[in-house]
């Protein structure tokens, strides 16, 4: 049994699905310190003049130690327009564009409260037609599992008899290998290598929201994303 656990992210790039189609389980880690400048409420998109941001204003204050999921969002801010503008601006010319806009469509006329929320739609709705099972999918804040960083991430492998914890590259900062052997679980760091694929606007663009490959690659974005063509 292999468990991946990952904090959320907006539009996540492409090594995200790969850590969650290799899990058998796969955890979002969703009540954790939320970290300012991160990729939880921002990713990239390509257009004419290159990668371009696409950030969700929130509402917080980083002294309070505010968790992944009780991140508001500034709806003062219109930024649901400019998202859907800008992805309709950059890649109604791809491939698969009409094939999949309505996702967004539907998604930026809903009127968000919540980071998570809108984070996780996406998750779940870029999974399903990129062909990975939802039904792997769970939230930490649901598995009542308490303890410090290490601690914490033993024991949601060790709720579902984990053998394996799938780990981010940057988890070889601050995961002890060691810990987890002591209890029965192997760990494995990612390394992912970007594939490259066939793009608007010139040259080759790593490390963009997995829309992109989306876009532009549609029912092949899956084998291409696990490097399997």
């Not at 850590?19 to 409420?41: A, G, H, P």
């Not at 192997?186 to 490390?207: A, E, S």
């Amino acid at each position: 049994m292999i468990v991946g656990i990952l904090q959320p992210g907006y539009l996540p790039w492409l090594g995200f699905f790969e850590q969650m189609y290799r899990s058998d389980i796969f955890v979002i880690y969703d009540d954790v310190q939320y970290d300012k400048e991160s990729w939880r409420n921002r990713n990239r998109i390509k257009t004419v003049n290159g990668a371009q941001w696409l950030t969700v204003p929130v509402l917080i204050k980083f002294n309070e130690h505010t968790l992944i999921n009780e991140v508001k969002i500034n709806n003062e801010a219109n930024w649901r327009k400019k998202h859907l503008f800008s992805i309709r601006q950059n890649y109604s010319k791809a491939p698969y564009y009409r094939l999949y806009s309505s996702i967004f469509e539907e998604a930026y006329a809903t009127d968000w409260e919540y980071l998570i929320d809108l984070d996780i739609h996406f998750i779940f709705k870029l999974a399903e037609v990129i062909g990975i099972d939802t039904g792997k999918i769970t939230r930490s804040s649901t598995l009542g599992v308490i303890g410090d960083r290490i601690e914490r991430l033993i024991k949601i492998c060790k709720k579902f008899n984990a053998d394996t914890f799938y780990e981010g590259a940057s988890g070889k900062n601050y995961v002890e290998k060691e810990a987890f052997s002591k209890e029965g679980i192997r760990v494995i760091f990612q390394d992912y290598r970007h594939p490259i694929y066939d793009q608007l606007y010139g040259d080759f663009i790593p490390y963009l929201s997995v829309i992109d490959l989306l876009f532009n690659q549609g029912e092949k974005s899956l084998l291409i994303l696990m490097q399997q063509t």
